[in-house]
């Protein structure tokens, strides 16, 4: 098993900055790719960012890029989300996951599964 804890939410005003973390512990050497994913009140959870453990490929949704950033730090088993530019639409509780599948399997879509996930962390932005 791996378990994930995020931390880093909070209340920022538009325009403003938040750095997510998400630490794993566990069975880590098992993981191929973390990201990164969002739902917001009444709305379907939605991914946001991945990342390949190893390699460090990258993989974002259309509505975050150029504003967000996904990196790792496999000494830390870390994975962190830098957000800039937030806009009021970011808001929503981030969830961190992980997966022993390749990164391309988060090129699925709604309707994948996958093996771990975070608690969550409330992200709001205030206009």
């Known amino acids: 098993q791996v378990q994930l804890v995020e931390s880093g939410g909070g209340l920022v005003q538009a325009g403003g900055s938040l750095r997510l973390s998400c630490a794993a512990s566990g069975r880590t050497f098992s993981i191929s790719t973390m990201g990164w994913f969002r739902q917001a009140p009444g709305k379907e959870r939605e991914f946001v960012a991945a990342i390949s453990w190893s390699g460090g490929r990258t993989y974002y949704a259309d509505s975050v890029k150029g504003r967000f950033t996904i990196s790792r730090d496999n000494a830390k088993n870390a994975v962190y989300l830098q957000m800039n530019s937030l806009k009021p639409e970011d808001t929503a509780v981030y969830y961190c996951?992980?997966?022993?599948?390749?990164?391309?399997?988060?090129?699925?879509?709604?309707?994948?599964?996958?093996?771990?996930w975070g608690q969550g962390t409330q992200v709001t932005v205030s206009s």
């Open positions: 996951n992980a997966d022993r599948r390749d990164l391309t399997y988060y090129r699925l879509g709604p309707g994948a599964e996958y093996d771990y």
